[in-house]
């Protein structure tokens, strides 16, 4: 069975400072890895997903994240944090087949001004 | 496109009650999910149907949890009775097929509190 580890519970960064939210996997082979992002009162919003191919993978609101086999991570970054991304992250594994999402227990991304 | 909305968004009730969460999901998409979010757990996946047919319910905690999709455009998750433990958000997400090419689009959740 697969499953998804975020150890960072809460993190701060200060606006623009660079940010990396860290996620590891556990999964049997080639994993379906995903990001999303919920900001207070909201559902989930996909930024980025990775099923094969490049291993840095480009998102939305210049979000990137980058696929490490050796690692089993499949960490998020962004070069400068804004204020409005202060939200909760969460990272997602998938089987090859099926529709049925594992995900993390989330990172909660403060901003400081 | 509305997206996926759900109804109410807040529910309060007292334990033993019955509570029914409803969802629209976005139109001509053939997947559902209902999902639960607790700070203990995290996002669980209870159920999910492929054209209105329940699929894998395997997440479903309980006998009092059950959910249908009489039609595509609406679906319900129903607890009877309810606890205080099942207190938590749920979310339902609708995604257009099969596969991780479409991704899940979310509602922005019920959150339910069970007194």
């Known amino acids: 069975a697969q499953s998804v580890t975020q150890p960072d519970i809460h993190i701060t960064v200060s606006e623009g400072a660079s940010l990396e939210l860290r996620c590891n996997y556990s999964?049997?082979?080639?994993?379906?890895l995903f990001w999303y992002v919920q900001s207070p009162g909201q559902g989930l919003q996909l930024l980025l997903k990775?099923?094969?191919?490049?291993?840095l993978v480009q998102g939305i609101k210049g979000f990137e994240a980058e696929f490490k086999r050796s690692q089993s991570s499949f960490n998020l970054r962004k070069p400068s944090v804004h204020w409005s991304d202060a939200a909760e992250y969460f990272c997602?594994?998938?089987?090859?087949?099926?529709?049925?999402?594992?995900f993390g227990g989330g990172t909660r991304l403060m901003v400081k001004p | 496109d509305a997206g996926v909305i759900q109804s109410p968004r807040h529910e309060v009730t007292e334990m033993g009650q019955e509570v029914t969460l409803r969802c629209k999901p976005i139109?001509?998409?053939?997947?559902l999910f209902w999902y639960r979010q607790t700070m203990m757990r995290g996002l669980e996946l209870l159920i999910y149907?492929?054209?209105?047919?329940?699929?894998?319910d395997s997440g479903m905690p309980e006998d009092r949890f059950s959910a249908k999709m009489p039609n595509a455009s609406f679906s319900t998750l129903k607890i009877q009775p309810s606890e205080p433990r099942d207190s938590a958000v749920y979310f339902c997400?609708?995604?257009?097929?099969?596969?991780?090419?479409?991704?899940?689009?979310f509602g922005n959740g019920t959150r339910l509190t069970v007194t």
């Open positions: 139109s001509g998409h053939d997947y």
């Open positions: 990775y099923f094969s191919g490049d291993t």
């Open positions: 997602a594994v998938g089987a090859l087949t099926g529709n049925m999402l594992t």
């Open positions: 149907f492929n054209n209105n047919v329940p699929i894998d």
């Open positions: 999964y049997g082979a080639t994993p379906y």
């Open positions: 997400a609708s995604s257009l097929r099969a596969g991780y090419n479409s991704p899940l689009h």
